[in-house]
């Protein structure tokens, strides 16, 4: 990181979230160090403060004892010995003219004898009388006119002291260095993967879909953050695509038949035929623009269900009774075109909570595309055992399956998932009228049901099993539709 | 009869007047719910025609209201939602039929037709005649000239539907939708094969059909002699 670049990056750097975090973290570190530092201080001081002043307590009752018993040439004697033998205690010994009798203090500020009791001083050393020590002491006036210094040369206490408060300097400059240091690099870092990240983001909004927010391999926070977004992304490009596919669909499924009738209409104009070719011209129009309009029906009705613009009502529904009535409409229109409809209910109440209109709109819907597909092959002929379609249900418990099966032409296991999809219409059966919204729109109200859709295989023909949730506690309540959970399935 | 069509498209109201005039109606015209309350409140009407989504009142607040009033005239309710849901809310508004637009004109009027002839002592009739074919309510019996003719339960309840709009044409929606109770459209013609088996039944071997299929519109069923 060169200077510039520093410069450059700072400000950015100061306001960056882990700066901030870490500036918290190292202010609350140096008022930990400074309580810890203070507590060090008053207990170390105060422990090394009593002990001199125990031990300067000490000496002076044993000398004054000793003054009181044996008179002043014993007090001398003792102070001699005493000076002698150990290192930093201090004595001084005078007469009431202040002249030096013993000890080995020689040099004292004057204004020492005034005062009585315990004292901090400072005094020059004998031999190197340019530095002043600190000391602490007892001064005290004898009977017979004599002055007694007892005191301790505490310059090691004061030494320590100034240890410890560089230490504290020291200490507090190196955790701020290594605060800011640290700072810089984790912001620096996180800066670096959230800046890709927004630059990703950039990057798709001006229209590059395929883009996805950069990975580092280490599985951190960051990682599974951009792994749930780029997933998320992953579904939105799926649902543009979908819904590009769905408008191209439209144009052309819709412009083709407005094509139609608008060229059926002008050839009529241009043509001035009899009233009665006008009439029929002007029926067909109709015809058109009524299948236009179921086209456009079943196109709403899918679009709502999938994106949940409304609740649907459940209420308590009787499978059974339901299918029954749906092959009771039915099997009139099978019987005239060579087929046998059957209906198979196990016997009794299958409950759940459904809306009735459009469960039931779901299997007219796989009726009419039974009768559709399977009327063909039971016109060639195929045998008795091609012309049946059934209808019927499996109670599994906690879900029904409704089951209707034909004998038609089936349809190949690769194209099975591609028949949900709006608008899909395989190639063969282009002759065959319709708008290819059928089965996708069993697919939406299916998956308003909590269920699917699963196509199988007759051997030969087709076989569409609906697997419905029975989900009777949500009987009679409006069932909000979740538009997330919808959009995810929609297309 | 005078009809009362509050809708705020001009053009649609305009042709939907036509229409019914054709048919023998006396329509009346108007923009906004505010006023189509107020005209339905001062005059007798035979049939409203609301629009759900109108200016200054919507269609369904407009029937409540009516409803709220006392006043039992029948109502028709048009509207751009077709789906199940919003149907329900427009019957429990107090709309007494609901047809999604868009509609054609022929289902409209013979709509309009079964709601304006349809009397208050309904319930009380018994019996339902068209030429020499009877159908007895009480027993379930359906006779033609006397002979008996055995109906499935659907077709007694079809028939039951033709008969009580006898004269009127009643449209396979109608069929749908009062017989079947299923509110829609299966691709197939499956009305229309029910309708010929019922009419294989009745019909068959005499000389002068009842059951008419009414080009472009549904059915009726009638005494040409009337």
């Not at chain 1, 150990?86 to 001084?92: F, G, I, M, T, V």
């Not at chain 1, 295989?457 to 076989?463: A, K, T, Y």
């Amino acid at each position: 990181m060169t200077a510039v670049d520093v410069v450059r990056v700072l400000p950015r750097l100061l306001l960056a979230t882990p700066f901030r975090l870490f500036a918290v973290y190292v202010s609350l570190f140096c008022a930990a160090v400074a309580a810890v530092f203070i507590y060090v201080n008053i207990a170390m001081l105060g422990f090394l403060g009593h002990e001199a002043e125990s031990s300067v307590q000490g000496d002076y009752d044993f000398l004054s004892a000793r003054y009181r018993e044996n008179g002043e040439p014993a007090l001398v004697n003792a102070i001699s010995e005493r000076a002698a033998s150990s290192k930093n205690a201090l004595y001084l010994l005078t007469d009431g003219n202040g002249r030096w009798l013993a000890g080995n203090l020689d040099t004292i500020a004057a204004n020492l004898w005034g005062t009585e009791g315990a004292v901090q001083f400072s005094y020059r050393n004998r031999g190197n009388e340019q530095i002043e020590r600190p000391a602490y002491g007892i001064v005290a006036r004898l009977p017979g006119d004599l002055h007694l210094i007892v005191a301790r040369d505490i310059e090691s206490q004061e030494a320590l002291k100034r240890l410890l408060r560089r230490a504290l300097v020291l200490g507090y400059g190196l955790i701020i260095m290594i605060g800011i240091v640290g700072a810089v690099i984790v912001s620096r870092r996180m800066l670096r993967r959230v800046d890709a990240a927004s630059s990703a983001a950039r990057s798709i909004m001006q229209g590059n879909l395929a883009e996805r927010l950069p990975m580092t391999g280490r599985n951190d926070e960051f990682d599974r953050l951009s792994q749930n977004l780029n997933a998320m992304l992953d579904r939105i490009q799926d649902l543009m695509a979908g819904l590009k596919n769905v408008s191209d669909n439209i144009a052309h499924d819709l412009k083709t038949p407005l094509h139609r009738l608008r060229t059926r209409a002008e050839r009529a104009l241009q043509s001035s035929r009899s009233p009665e070719k006008l009439a029929e011209a002007l029926g067909s129009v109709i015809e058109e623009a009524d299948t236009l309009i179921q086209t456009f029906d079943a196109l709403l009705s899918i679009a709502r269900l999938e994106a949940g613009s409304r609740s649907v009502t459940f209420g308590p529904l009787d499978v059974c009774a339901l299918i029954s009535d749906v092959a009771d409409l039915y099997e009139p229109a099978a019987e005239e075109r060579g087929l046998t409809l059957r209906l198979s209910c196990p016997g009794g109440e299958v409950m759940m909570a459904g809306e009735k209109h459009l469960i039931g709109q779901a299997l007219v819907n796989l009726l009419d595309n039974a009768i559709k597909y399977a009327a063909p092959a039971a016109k060639t002929g195929e045998g008795a055992e091609h012309t049946d379609v059934e209808i019927g249900l499996e109670d599994k418990g906690d879900t029904v399956d409704i089951i209707v099966s034909d004998r038609g032409p089936g349809i190949p296991k690769k194209d099975r998932e591609r028949v949900l999809q709006r608008f899909v219409r395989l190639q063969p059966s282009r002759s065959i009228p319709g708008s290819g919204l059928g089965l996708s729109l069993v697919a939406a109200v299916t998956r308003l049901h909590d269920g699917s859709v699963t196509l199988e295989d007759n051997n030969p023909g087709l076989r569409v099993r609906l697997t419905l949730k029975k989900n009777l506690a949500a009987t009679e309540t409006a069932k909000p539709v979740e538009a997330a959970g919808l959009l995810s399935h929609a297309i | 009869m005078r009809v009362l069509i509050v809708e705020d498209d001009r053009t649609a109201a305009d042709f939907l007047a036509k229409a019914l005039g054709e048919a023998g109606y006396n329509p009346e015209i108007v923009g906004d719910g505010e006023t189509g309350l107020e005209l339905a409140g001062s005059s007798t009407f035979g049939v409203l025609i609301v629009d759900r989504m109108l200016p200054k009142l919507d269609g369904l607040s407009l029937v409540e209201r009516l409803r709220a009033r006392g006043d039992r005239t029948p109502v028709l309710i048009l509207s751009a939602l077709g789906a199940v849901d919003d149907r329900v809310k427009g019957l429990r508004a107090g709309g007494d039929d609901y047809l999604p637009k868009p509609y054609s004109l022929v289902e409209l009027v013979a709509r309009v037709e079964a709601l304006a002839r349809r009397g208050p002592s309904e319930g009380a009739v018994t019996t339902y005649t068209v030429g020499d074919l009877m159908l007895d309510r009480l027993s379930h019996k359906v006779t033609r000239g006397g002979e008996p003719i055995l109906l499935q339960p659907r077709e007694y309840r079809l028939l039951e539907y033709l008969m009580r709009h006898a004269g009127q044409v009643v449209t396979r929606t109608m069929l749908l939708e009062n017989v079947w109770d299923y509110h829609f459209d299966p691709q197939t013609n499956v009305i229309d094969v029910h309708i010929s088996r019922l009419r294989s039944k009745i019909d068959k071997g005499q000389s002068k059909p009842l059951l008419e299929t009414v080009r472009g519109a549904g059915y009726m069923i009638r005494d040409d002699r009337r």
